[in-house]
Nanobody, 126 residues
Framework: QVSLVESGGGLVQAGGSLRLSCAAS????????MGWFRQAPGKEREFVAA????????????LYADSVKGRFTISRDNTKSTVYLQMNSLKPEDTAVYYC???????????????WGQGTQVTVSS
């Protein structure tokens, strides 16, 4: 079992920045993917970004949705099993509940996540 705790959401004006954090605890493994999804009111949940990591190779890769490329950056601190989402140049359409996700594999993709956080609200005002 893996638990995820998110933090860092809030209200920001358009063009501003926010940084989300997600700490994983429990039975993490030597290779896993942590990612971010978001769900706006009345819309389906969508993929935002993901970061894979393999302890054997001590390296990882990233994947982004086209809508956030160049504005959002995902990073992780493996010593803390924590993933971050730095969000710059925020737009009103980025307003959503952001969810952290985790899967016990280092296959970097938009699907197959086993565990989810409780979500954190991000609101971007125009």
């Amino acid at each position: 079992q893996v638990s995820l705790v998110e933090s860092g959401g809030g209200l920001v004006q358009a063009g501003g920045s926010l940084r989300l954090s997600c700490a994983a605890s429990g039975r993490t493994s030597s290779a896993y993917v942590m990612g971010w999804f978001r769900q706006a009111p009345g819309k389906e949940r969508e993929f935002v970004a993901a970061h894979s990591w393999s302890r054997a190779w001590n390296s990882g890769n990233t994947l982004y949705a086209d809508s956030v490329k160049g504005r959002f950056t995902i990073s992780r601190d493996n010593t803390k099993s924590t993933v971050y989402l730095q969000m710059n140049s925020l737009k009103p359409e980025d307003t959503a509940v952001y969810y952290c996700a985790f899967k016990l594999t280092n296959v970097l993709s938009q699907s197959g996540y086993n565990y989810w956080g409780q979500g954190t609200q991000v609101t971007v005002s125009s």
